[in-house]
């Protein structure tokens, strides 16, 4: 079974500075999928990013990118020009293609406030 | 209007109630399940179903049930209701097997 860990519970940042949020992942596959939805106060979740496995080219999204570093199991979330809107919770998730149907993997979640 | 509508958007109820949270979309999508989410736990897959007659039990399945009454709607009832099965439900869709899943508002669940 997959396992996704995301290790920071709460991280801050300054409006218009950058941050990094880290998730790690388990899996015996090599085709899956790694998502990053965002969750804001209204609680709808939102895709933010996705990134396949087999693409070596890390994902971008105007100020969202990620860093996927698939020998270590690591993709993480970089935000750029923070602003408020971007207050949040952050998941990590994971989809294995092969043998599940797309159905996602959580990671638990980390919640980023962006002060003014 | 949403294309994946969940209702109620809050429900408050007594242990030992039957609970059904009801799911419809738009989208057209064969590929529906049910989440629940707990502080710290992420979503947590509790159901799904790739058409009307393909019903498959998740991660946390039990005490729950789930009805797949057309393509368009999904239910998931909670058939006795316990205070530990309160928490936050998504209903969420897709369309091929290598297209993202869209999520409904959600609906949140207490259980007294």
């Known amino acids: 079974a997959q396992t996704v860990t995301q290790s920071q519970p709460e991280m801050s940042v300054q409006e218009a500075e950058t941050v990094t949020l880290s998730c790690t992942y388990d899996?015996?596959?090599?085709?899956?999928?790694l998502f990053w939805y965002k969750q804001p106060p209204s609680r709808q979740m939102i895709l933010v990013i996705r990134?396949?496995?087999?693409?070596?080219q890390n994902a971008t999204e105007n100020r969202f990118s990620v860093n996927f570093q698939k020998a270590a199991k690591s993709f993480s979330l970089k935000i750029s020009d923070s602003q408020l809107g971007d207050t949040a919770m952050y998941f990590c998730?994971?989809?294995?293609?092969?043998?599940?149907?797309?159905?996602?993997?959580f990671g638990g979640g980390t919640r980023l406030m962006v002060k003014p | 209007d949403a294309d994946v509508t969940q209702t109620p958007r809050n429900r408050i109820t007594k242990t030992g109630k039957r609970i059904m949270l009801e799911c419809s979309q738009t989208?057209?999508?064969?590929?529906m399940y049910w989440y629940r989410q707990d502080p710290g736990l992420g979503l947590r897959l509790i159901y799904y179903?790739?058409?009307?007659?393909?019903?498959n039990k998740g991660e946390i399945s039990d005490g729950y049930s789930v009805s797949r009454q057309a393509q368009a709607k999904f239910s998931l009832s909670l058939e006795s209701a316990i205070p530990n099965q309160t928490a936050l439900y998504f209903c969420?869709?897709?369309?091929?097997?290598?297209?993202?899943?869209?999520f409904g508002d959600g609906t949140r669940l207490s259980i007294l």
């Open positions: 969420a869709t897709s369309g091929t097997w290598d297209q993202p899943q869209h």
């Open positions: 899996t015996s596959e090599s085709n899956y999928y």
């Open positions: 990134q396949e496995a087999y693409k070596q």
């Open positions: 998730a994971f989809a294995d293609y092969n043998n599940a149907g797309n159905m996602l993997t």
């Open positions: 989208k057209g999508h064969d590929r």
């Open positions: 179903s790739f058409d009307v007659k393909d019903i």
